[in-house]
């Protein structure tokens, strides 16, 4: 098997402490009114910027460089740390679904056969976001399910959708339910019984994370599986668009919703002999309904009746827990990552976010995997995040108690690494609430500042990188890179990560700034970016952070950023 053992650097030390920072959802972007960090005050991060020109420079976090289909694909935190953490590209979960459909493999596989055992008598269910955000799934992927599923038996299949507007603009949930709806219309026409049973909006049902608040899966549940809901409908593009209209809902929190038939009896309940599929082929937001899905043993919610059904999952979503345990393609099989390695080479490790971005700093950074590789090296801390709230309320979020932990972990002599994941950018930049989100944007920098301190007192080593866009532009742009109109003249705010890639999105702000004044065992002062590396991404952090935990990275990672000069 292979050796855990690095090699040593042949010129820079061991034992440094290193405060590694991802800034969530902070990209670079030309200055404008809409970019969020040029409007906020952050000094500190200014200064890192003014700091000697081959100190920082900027990484790519978007498309094929994080494992993404296409070029058009904008980064996320999933694929954004899983290379950040791997130190290699991956094909990720949207490439690995797309090709098994496209293969037709998917159907052949051991998920998709246990679940077709249900096909004869029972019903499928599908759940999921409906989207084209290609984030945590894609209604194109869903279509070619659909149809597929009925190809190969099935009968009677039920939707559980789930809008977004936080991945794609708000509003367009009602034409992705059109274009869902018609693809069911003609599933109906050749004697499918295809319809959408329920509905809800993403974070307000069933799309939570990280445990944060179970109500929201509950939702999810009393109306995928009780049929049980606030508000009932005939279908899912009238759902929508009445809920936004009289709810006042945007598509993130529409409320729970079911579809009734001509006697207002629910469509769609998950009963015994069903099947049901998550298509979500990302992890993080489908973890929960699936422990609720598959655990018999289970005591988040009551769940009330708890169906016997096959269940799979798009993917398998978490690799230690080997959860679901039947899924439709095989996730991205992400092996030996930094984390791992630290841990056999007597680096001592931190990590700590609040609770909506802990799996980020943690699961996500070490392959989709939950718990510790060595709990006598690691040692993982979660801040609580305020929990029922939209994060524009608080827009300092966690950030300074975050920090805060971070230094004290680097003060204790006790830690190597001390990683961090600051959300403000992200969570703030998601509600589309520019005002809040400069707040945000200066609550990270002052997070920033806190480590940064504690780094200059020991000697150490600071990293500060980010994992994708989203704070740095907070409008649709045309191609001309000014804001896009809509039909009546106003802009559209981005409340997603961004998206374009010629302006922005593609480039992550990865800042580098070591301690150059350090004598002795310090820093060796020759380090520097290369110069040949000028697309480098996310997943070249990784071995760069081992060389200057003192050892060389293991031979198949993408190759480090700095180098050593003699002086
Ligand atoms: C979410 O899940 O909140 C968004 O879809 C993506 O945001 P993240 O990739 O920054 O977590
Ligand atoms: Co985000």
Same mark, same amino acid.
């Given at each position: 098997g292979a050796s855990w053992k690095l090699a040593d650097h042949p010129k820079l030390p061991k034992g440094k402490v290193i405060g590694l920072i991802v800034l969530d959802g902070w990209g670079e972007a030309d200055a404008d009114q809409y970019n969020c960090i040029h409007v906020a005050e952050t000094p500190t991060m200014d200064s890192l910027k003014k700091?000697?020109?081959?100190k920082w420079r900027l990484v790519k976090a978007h498309g094929s460089a994080v494992g993404l289909p296409t070029e058009d694909d904008m980064g996320n935190s999933e694929v954004g740390h899983n290379a950040l953490g791997a130190g290699r590209i991956f094909a990720q979960g949207a490439k690995l679904v797309d090709s098994a459909l496209e293969t037709g493999k998917i159907y052949q596989g051991s998920g998709f056969k246990y679940i077709k055992e249900s096909f004869e008598t029972g019903t499928l269910h599908l759940i999921g976001l409906l989207s084209d955000g290609g984030v945590h799934s894609r209604l194109d992927q869903v279509v070619l399910l659909l149809n597929g599923a009925a190809k190969h038996g099935a009968k009677r299949i039920r939707l559980h959708v789930l809008t977004d507007g936080r991945d794609v603009l708000d509003g367009s949930s009602v034409g992705f339910a059109e274009t869902l709806e018609n693809e069911l219309a003609k599933l109906r026409e050749i004697g499918v019984d295809a319809q959408v049973a329920s509905g809800g909006g993403r974070m307000y049902v069933t799309m939570d994370r990280y445990e944060n608040d179970w109500e929201v899966v509950k939702r999810g549940w009393d109306a995928q599986v009780l049929g049980e809901a606030p508000h009932k409908f005939r279908n899912s593009v009238e759902a929508i668009k009445k809920l936004r209209t009289e709810a006042k809902a945007t598509d993130q929190y529409l409320p729970p919703f079911v579809i009734v038939d001509d006697s207002g009896k629910p469509v769609g309940p998950i009963v015994d002999g069903d099947a049901v599929v998550t298509f979500n082929f990302r992890a993080d937001r489908m973890v929960m309904l699936a422990k609720a899905l598959e655990y018999a043993d289970f005591d988040k919610f009551d769940r009330v009746r708890v169906p016997k059904i096959r269940y799979a999952g798009m993917l398998q979503y978490d690799g230690e827990l080997k959860l679901p345990s039947h899924y439709l393609v095989d996730p991205p099989e992400i092996d030996r990552t930094s984390g791992e390695y630290l841990t056999y080479n007597g680096v001592h490790t931190f990590a700590c976010s609040e609770t909506v971005k802990f799996g980020h700093v943690t699961f996500f950074w070490n392959g989709n995997r939950s718990g510790y590789f060595n709990d006598k090296m690691e040692e993982y801390v979660e801040v609580p995040s305020d929990s029922g709230i939209t994060f524009n309320v608080q827009p300092k979020m966690k950030a300074v108690e975050i920090a805060e932990k971070a230094r004290d972990a680097i003060l204790s002599g006790k830690f190597q690494q001390v990683r961090v994941n600051l959300p403000n950018g992200d969570m703030v930049g998601h509600t589309g609430d520019i005002e809040a989100t400069v707040v945000a944007c200066k609550a990270a920098d002052e997070a920033v500042k806190i480590m940064l301190d504690a780094i200059e007192q020991v000697g150490g080593i600071y990293v500060v990188t980010a994992d994708h866009g989203n704070a740095e532009d907070m409008v649709k742009r045309n191609k001309t890179g000014q804001p896009a109109l809509d039909k009546s003249g106003n802009i559209q705010i981005l %409340?997603?990560? %961004?998206?374009q890639p010629v302006l922005i999105d593609g480039f992550c702000f990865c800042l580098s700034r070591f301690q150059l004044q350090l004598e002795g065992p310090g820093l060796a002062p020759g380090v520097r970016f290369r110069k040949d590396l000028p697309s480098g991404g996310l997943a070249n952090v990784a071995a760069t952070v081992i060389n200057l935990h003192g050892f060389e990275a293991p031979a198949d990672y993408e190759p480090s950023l700095i180098e050593v000069v003699d002086n």
């Open positions: 700091g000697a020109p081959e %409340t997603s990560h %961004t998206l």
